[in-house]
């Protein structure tokens, strides 16, 4: 599965290698994309010392933790949310007479490599945070663990929303909620929306183990809701958690796709 | 549904339109929702950033949190997320050759299209957004509620000659995604949709505040809560709406000469 998925996605990077300057203004467009995002946190700083008592490196280290996973998740996986356009325009059936698994085809299908503009900015605006905040290595090894939990997350999120499709072919939009929203969700500190979103977040939907929970941990801040700091390093556990679901989700959505035949 | 076919040539294109996106009547629900998703998302990091600073940008937390829906009930109506038109499929495609062969102006045609479709989406994905807000925080009632109705009409205009632009560049730019891309960017970012242009620093903030892209999302706002004098926001969008319109037709007459139909 994993060989196959490389090599489809080698393809369709070759493909868009043949049109080099089409992919150098696409890049460069998901880098600005990127950049919108950090004006927006800028135009907020600029206005006030802290956000719900966090200040503007911290918030730009939570938003970089995020965005890094959420773009890199986006870029290699994304694509599964494109889901509905192949059952209503058939194409879905090729893929499943195919010897090869179906995540990994949809995942792969019209890959594309121009979004590594939004990584870029993401993995820059990391560097510029973790250059100001000055975390001692004891909580710094955290970091890429988050990040890499953060990626099997949204990859997750965006199996579930393609799942999801299964059932609402017609309003493939409503997934966008739960993956482009959580990742929107995860740019600020949780502490600014109801504490009993952040418990959701927490015991429902493990979104807050993509940066908060680890962040707090790796930042050293009292958690609001008073769970002891080890809570953040649980974060691949919820991952894996996730995943599974996912992978279950997926599964029954397969099942239960029949298709409308010629 | 009635057929329209008894109604003059423009309000009748306009029925069609709107009966072309009600047809699409659960992605339009689903849009609604995502819109309504983020909005919430939204109103609590604005919350949050109100109470650090009451008062900011002229706004109270309860106007900075309608201001919020209202944005976000504007992405529907106004196409804030794309180009929303067929035209560059069109121009690609070559069938733009009979559209503009008609004995109708291509803008005009699009415009009563477009008109269509926003009145389809102002009800589909501006009311249900605006209502949840209202539910889940409490959004302030408009101050001036005729003219809020002529600034959203106004603000589709802006929005329609801006999208018109880009669509109809495709006759001279090969890539027709790095134009969505960029006007993407520049809608998203100063029409007021991601933060208060109100709140924009110094002379950046006055820059943003004259550009078209604030007559599609922030004025309508503004002229909603009363933080702008309803006949000044009224005239700026009008402005901006020939402006665009103008460059619009404009572009059309040299879109005429560069288009060669191939007999056959």
Not at chain 1, 64 to 79: V, W
Not at chain 2, 107 to 119: I, N, P, T, V, Y
Request: hydrophobic share 55%.
């Amino acid at each position: 599965m994993i060989r196959t998925y490389a090599l489809l996605v080698w393809a369709w990077t070759r493909a868009a290698a043949q049109y080099r300057v089409s992919f150098a203004l696409m890049a460069a467009g998901a880098f600005v994309i990127g950049g919108l995002d950090i004006a927006v946190i800028w135009v907020i700083f600029a206005n006030t010392d802290s956000l719900a008592g966090f200040g503007p490196a911290e918030v730009m280290f939570l938003y970089g933790t995020s965005e890094l996973a959420f773009a890199t998740s986006d870029m290699l996986f994304g694509n599964v949310d494109r889901i509905s356009q192949h059952i209503k325009a058939g194409t879905l059936d090729v893929m499943l007479v195919r010897p090869v698994a179906t995540w990994a085809q949809v995942a792969a299908d019209r890959f594309g490599p121009h979004r590594i503009g939004r990584v870029v900015m993401a993995a820059a605006v990391l560097g510029v945070a973790l250059a100001r905040l000055d975390i001692p290595l004891g909580r710094a090894w955290m970091v890429p663990v988050m990040v890499v939990s953060g990626i099997v997350i949204f990859t997750s999120m965006f199996t579930l929303g393609g799942a999801l499709q299964f059932l609402l072919t017609d309003a493939p939009e409503v997934a966008n909620a739960f993956t482009y929203g959580g990742a929107m969700l995860n740019q600020y500190p949780l502490s600014v929306y109801d504490p009993r979103i952040v418990q959701g977040l927490t015991y429902v939907l493990p979104l807050a183990f993509v940066n908060w929970r680890p962040g707090l941990y790796v930042l050293d801040r009292p958690d609001p809701l008073g769970l002891p700091s080890w809570t953040g390093l649980l974060s691949p556990a919820a991952a894996l958690a996730l995943a599974a679901v996912a992978a279950l989700a997926w599964r029954a959505g397969i099942r239960r796709y029949r298709s409308t035949g010629s | 549904m009635t057929s329209g076919a008894a109604l003059p040539l423009y309000p009748r294109l306009a029925w069609y339109g709107f009966r072309r996106h009600a047809a699409y009547w659960p992605a339009a629900l689903a849009g609604a929702f995502t819109n309504t998703v983020f909005g919430v998302l939204r109103a609590y990091v604005l919350i949050a950033l109100w109470q650090a600073r009451p008062g900011l940008g002229g706004y109270s937390v309860a106007d900075a949190v309608t201001f919020c829906f209202l944005t976000q009930a504007c992405i529907g109506p106004m196409q804030l997320f794309g180009i929303g038109l067929d035209l560059p499929q069109r121009i690609r495609s070559g069938d733009v050759a009979l559209d503009l062969v008609r004995p109708a102006p291509l803008q005009l045609w699009c415009l009563s299209e477009d008109l269509g479709r926003a009145a389809f989406l102002f009800l589909a994905r501006s009311v249900p957004p605006a209502l949840a807000g209202a539910a889940l925080f409490g959004i302030v009632a408009p101050r001036a509620p005729a003219a809020f109705l002529a600034s959203v009409t106004l603000g589709v205009v802006v929005s329609f000659g801006w999208r018109y632009l880009v669509a109809l560049a495709s006759c001279w730019v090969m890539d027709d995604r790095g134009l969505a891309t960029l006007s993407l960017v520049l809608t998203t970012f100063f029409s007021g949709l991601m933060l208060p242009l109100t709140i924009f620093p110094g002379w950046f903030g006055s820059l943003t505040r004259a550009l078209p892209w604030a007559a599609m999302a922030q004025a309508p706002s503004d002229v909603y809560l009363g933080t702008a004098e309803p006949v000044r926001a009224l005239a700026f969008q009008a402005l901006w709406a020939t402006v665009l319109l103008a460059l619009g037709a404009l572009l059309t007459r040299a879109a005429r000469r560069k288009v060669v139909i191939q007999g056959g």
